[in-house]
C-alpha cells in the first residue's frame, strides 16, 4: 500500500514537499513516479527517478520541481517551489516494477491560490 503524502494549499510561489514509501525492495523497483491529475483532465507524467538516480521532468516543472528518493527507506519525494496555480492537482506516486506493472498510490491534494 503506497500512501502520498504532503500536499496542502499554498500561495503562488510558495513550496510544498510531497513523499511517498513503498513496501517494496530495491530488487523489485524499476522506476519510481509522480503524476498528477487536474480536474477534467487526464493524468500525467510530472517526474520519474530510476533506482540509479536519472531524473527526468515535464517540461511545465522543470527547474521549479526536484524529485528525489531514499532507497534505504524505499520513499521518493517531490520538492516543488514557486508553485503556480496550474500546479493545483492530485499527485499520485507510482513506483514502477521491474517487470513494469504498476503501484499505484492514493492521492494527495495540491491547491496553489492565486
Known amino acids: 500500500q503506497l500512501q502520498a503524502s504532503g500536499g496542502g494549499l499554498v500561495q503562488v510561489g510558495g513550496s510544498l514537499r510531497l513523499s511517498c514509501t513503498a513496501n517494496?525492495?530495491?530488487?523489485?523497483?524499476?522506476?519510481m513516479d509522480w503524476y498528477r491529475q487536474a480536474s477534467g483532465r487526464p493524468r500525467e507524467l510530472v517526474a520519474r527517478?530510476?533506482?540509479?538516480?536519472?531524473?527526468t521532468y515535464v517540461d511545465a516543472v522543470r527547474g521549479r520541481f526536484t524529485i528525489s528518493r531514499d532507497l534505504a527507506q524505499m520513499t521518493i519525494y517531490l520538492q516543488m517551489t514557486d508553485l503556480k496555480p496550474e500546479d493545483t492537482a492530485i499527485y499520485y506516486c507510482?513506483?514502477?516494477?521491474?517487470?513494469?506493472?504498476?503501484?499505484w498510490g492514493q492521492g494527495t491534494l495540491v491547491t496553489v491560490s492565486s
Open positions: 517494496m525492495t530495491i530488487y523489485e523497483v524499476g522506476t
Open positions: 507510482n513506483f514502477r516494477n521491474s517487470d513494469y506493472s504498476d503501484n
Open positions: 527517478i530510476t533506482r540509479g538516480g536519472r531524473t
